[in-house]
């Protein structure tokens, strides 16, 4: 059972445009989401972070929205650049220090 | 500071053997929490250690898997008579304590032959 789910596992886009990668999740217990990017042979990086309080938070070019009534969250990169790309993973916590994560987008920004 | 550092990166092993896979985190980070990715796959929790509280094993796939996390700090991933579905890139994490963002390694790429 899935409670994480990027249904997208890959998106290419045009370096300059905007990239938006998405994912749904079934438990309404979360109250926190992140998004973490991964290169290859490296471990994941924290990227940003929502509270289920709010339904945007921004970051310079990445923005993640918070859909709770949908259970949907997006992440927003504008302008993406070439070295955005990478694997974007999405994760959920509520109740405790435990994350839930999906099973991750590749992006490629294509120059 | 230093991050969470893991070793080794790479580890080729016979089917059968048995493999300690090492974490060290980040120092005063009271949570730890062991993650496997397996080709093509998201990932996939394993075990999570909260200060001195009893662990979650909950995300353990068989009991050849077992962790151990001495003094608080560094962490032991043991895969006892390794099966190639073993295979995949280990990850350990470190966080506060305190919910929300964990810190990774880098990973420890095993290849069951």
């Known amino acids: 059972d899935q409670q994480v789910k990027q249904n997208s596992p890959s998106l290419s886009v045009q370096e300059g445009r905007i990239s938006i990668l998405n994912c749904d999740y079934t438990?309404?217990?979360?109250?926190?989401f992140l998004w973490y990017k991964k290169y290859p042979a490296e471990g994941p990086t924290f990227l940003i972070s929502i509270s289920s309080i709010k339904d945007k938070n921004e970051d310079g070019r990445f923005t993640v929205f918070l859909n709770k009534s949908a259970k949907h969250l997006s992440l927003h990169i504008v302008p993406s650049q070439p070295g955005d790309s990478a694997v974007y993973f999405c994760a959920a916590g509520g109740g405790g220090n435990k994350l839930v994560f999906g099973a991750g987008t590749i992006l490629r920004v294509k120059s | 500071g230093a991050g969470v550092s893991q070793s080794p990166s790479n580890k080729v092993t016979e089917k059968g053997k048995d493999v300690e896979l090492r974490c060290d985190p980040i120092?005063?980070?009271?949570?730890l929490y062991w993650y496997r990715q397996s080709l093509g796959q998201g990932l996939e929790f394993l075990i999570y250690?909260?200060?001195?509280?009893?662990?979650?094993k909950s995300g353990l796939p068989s009991d050849r898997f077992s962790a151990e996390r001495t003094g608080g700090s560094v962490s032991t991933l043991t895969i006892q008579r390794t099966q190639q579905e073993d295979s995949a890139v280990y990850l350990c994490?470190?966080?506060?304590?305190?919910?929300?963002?964990?810190?990774f390694g880098p990973g420890t790429r095993l290849t069951v032959t």
């Open positions: 994490a470190s966080s506060s304590g305190q919910g929300g963002e964990q810190y």
């Open positions: 438990n309404s217990m979360f109250d926190y």
């Open positions: 120092s005063g980070h009271t949570a």
């Open positions: 250690f909260q200060g001195n509280s009893a662990p979650d």
